[in-house]
Nanobody, 123 residues
């Protein structure tokens, strides 16, 4: 499975940004997808995950009500809509996938990782 995340950039605090993740190499609907992020000097942390069908999601408390995860199975794409961005949201964002059936919020659960896209939030 190859994953490519894109859409990061510089945004002002309280602004919005949409990240995208393109998947290839495996039937997309066989994958549970997730977003993680890693700030400098910190461990990679869970942001959001979505099940194969796109009808169940789990989102970290720190971004709940601000971030929305979604997927388009026809296009083999996953998205992360981010709004009301804060300085603490600045990080490299990674898309990830695993071939199981359950939502997962820990790094070891995921087999596949994209290269990451940088999100910078200016105050």
């Amino acid at each position: 499975v190859q994953l490519q995340a894109f859409g990061g950039g510089l945004v002002q605090a309280e602004g919005s940004l949409r990240l995208s993740c393109a998947a290839s190499g495996r039937i997309f609907t066989h994958l549970v997808m997730g977003w993680f992020r890693q700030a400098p000097g910190k461990e990679r942390e869970f942001v959001a995950t979505i099940n194969r069908g796109g009808d169940y999601t789990d989102v970290a408390d720190s971004v709940k009500d601000r971030f929305t995860i979604s997927r388009d199975n026809a296009k083999s794409m996953m998205y992360l809509q981010m709004s009301s961005l804060k300085a603490e949201d600045a990080a490299v964002y990674y898309c990830s996938a695993h071939g199981g059936t359950l939502l997962a919020n820990r790094v070891p659960h995921y087999n596949y990782w994209g290269q990451g896209t940088q999100v910078t939030v200016s105050s």
